[in-house]
């Protein structure tokens, strides 16, 4: 049989508002469960420029592969837990020195000192859906955002969503 490599992937979707990806974070947690199972957290945060100015009802989306198939059909939004707690931003951006304050469009991180702000963006859950497998060992889900009305052309936005998996595969 032929060997199916794993990985993840982010694909821009057609109707997003035009975007570059700057990175992909990703974060696997191993935790202990009952009968010595294994629970598997993956956690993925996408930093993304928006290239032009938004206009009303634009989202950032884009279908995203998975190299596993998660144990729930939904994908859990992480930004309304860490939005803020400083404590887990610092924790997720790797730095106790993080400048977090309000913008008029949300709240923004200094995650980088040589670059602008980072805006956290939550999810539009209602729009996030998973969409037939491509095989067995993989699953592809469209994940979106809230519309991104008022947001400056060139911002640097950040979302970031959890799966959950007993299956992690390889």
Request: proline share 8%; with cysteine.
């Amino acid at each position: 049989p032929p060997r199916i490599m794993s990985s993840f992937s982010v694909i821009r979707g057609n109707g997003s508002v035009p975007w570059a990806a700057e990175r992909l974070d990703i974060n696997i947690w191993v935790l202990p469960s009952i009968l010595g199972q294994q629970i598997y957290y993956c956690d993925l945060g996408i930093c993304a420029i928006i290239e032009p100015k938004p206009t009303h009802g634009q989202r950032l989306s884009f279908e995203l592969r998975l190299p596993f198939e998660p144990d729930f059909a939904e994908v859990l939004d992480l930004m309304p837990l860490i939005r803020n707690d400083d404590q887990l931003l610092a924790l997720v951006f790797g730095s106790s020195d993080l400048q977090a304050k309000a913008e008029p469009f949300g709240r923004c991180v200094k995650d980088e000192p040589t670059k602008d702000a980072l805006l956290l963006l939550d999810l539009d859950l209602s729009a996030c859906k998973a969409l037939k497998p491509s095989n067995d060992r993989q699953s592809r889900w469209l994940i979106s955002s809230g519309d991104l009305d008022g947001v400056p052309a060139q911002s640097r936005v950040y979302v970031r969503m959890r799966f959950v998996t007993h299956s992690p595969g390889r």
